[in-house]
């Protein structure tokens, strides 16, 4: 029999990305015991009963005693303090790393607490569904997604490249890049679109003369794909947003800018300003597309691998 990759592996969060890891590391025989921890009783139990940890921790320091890579799978605000929490059971030598879909405030908050000898290494898998909670994991949620690293200097290179084959194995492709960088560019692909959704979806919400039920039975005609994305967790994305603050508002401010642009086409009839909007966003998806992140099959139901980042 091979020997998995590493031998105790601890979750730290069991929601949707700690159980899709645990069902992946399951999948690919990749750690010998897998140690879970939730802060709740209820999750707890669940994971008990749905059986994808081989034990389960009240305790988030003795859910990381001995373990050989540590994973906090928890809100990006709730970093710091289970970093804390975790600071004295963490093994010398193991690697610490995060999903984290903001990585500067992750790497303020948790960097303090992470002990000599200990090789924290940032991370942030490009891959998620609008559900949430341990029963929304599954294994194939990181197959052809992209997981960004977020190396601080001097970071032990053998602990990347075991981090890295590591992602590897749950079937993502490896990315690294500056901790600004990536909070700018998921900005603009991820926390910005969530919070276009968010927006336009209270929008008809509130729209008085359009009822409810009219919203509702023609969505297919655009809204639907909104309600999607603004039906993802909501302390997640409070977190995102309150953590991501900088480069949302920059964002945030040029988007405005386009959109008062496109306001002015629309209002003086000016047509060729839309083809040309509309023609280069067409090549966008068109690249995505021909880059295996999205299929042209035409969308008329969910598959369980959509992805919501
Ligand atoms: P989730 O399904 O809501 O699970 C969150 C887990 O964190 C739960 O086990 C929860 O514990 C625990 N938790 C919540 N607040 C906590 C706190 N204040 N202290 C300690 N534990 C807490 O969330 P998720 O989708 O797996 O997201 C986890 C992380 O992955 C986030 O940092 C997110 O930014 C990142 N991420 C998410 C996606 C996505 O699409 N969902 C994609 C990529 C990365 P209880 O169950 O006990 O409440």
Request: proline share 5%; hydrophobic share 45%.
């Amino acid at each position: 029999m091979t020997k998995p990759m590493f031998e105790r592996v601890a979750l730290l969060g069991l929601g949707l990305i700690g159980s899709s890891l645990a069902h992946a590391m399951r999948k690919h025989d990749l750690a010998g015991h897998i140690k879970g921890h939730a802060r709740s009783a209820a999750t707890r139990i669940e994971v008990e009963r749905l059986g994808f940890a081989d034990s389960v921790h009240e305790d988030p320091a003795e859910a990381v005693e001995n373990a050989d890579l540590v994973i906090l799978c928890v809100p990006v605000g709730a970093c710091g303090a289970v970093a804390r929490s975790i600071a004295g059971g963490l093994k010398p030598s193991a690697i610490l790393t995060d999903v984290g879909s903001v990585k500067a405030s992750v790497v303020r908050d948790v960097s303090p607490h992470v002990p000599d000898g200990v090789h924290f290494i940032p991370g942030h898998p490009i891959a998620g569904t609008e559900q949430s909670g341990p029963n929304a994991g599954f294994a194939e949620l990181f197959v052809n997604r992209w997981c960004i690293l977020t190396p601080l200097p001097d970071t032990d290179a053998g602990a990347i490249k075991a981090l890295t084959a590591f992602w590897r194995a749950c079937g993502s492709e490896v990315d690294q890049m500056s901790i600004e960088h990536h909070d700018m560019v998921l900005g603009i692909t991820s926390h910005l679109p969530h919070l276009i959704a968010y927006s336009i979806v209270s929008t008809a919400a509130d729209l008085e003369d359009v009822t409810k039920s009219e919203v509702i039975k023609y969505s297919a005609a655009g809204f639907r794909d909104f309600t999607r994305i603004a039906a993802s967790d909501p302390i997640m994305w409070r977190d995102v947003f309150l953590t991501n603050r900088d480069a949302v508002l920059e964002l945030l401010s040029r988007f405005s800018e386009d959109l008062s642009a496109l306001q002015k086409a629309i209002r003086w009839g000016d047509g060729d300003h839309l083809i040309e909007l509309f023609t280069r966003s067409r090549e966008i998806r068109r690249g995505i597309i021909a880059a295996g992140q999205d299929t042209a099959a035409p969308d008329f139901g969910r598959l369980p691998s959509t992805s919501s980042e």
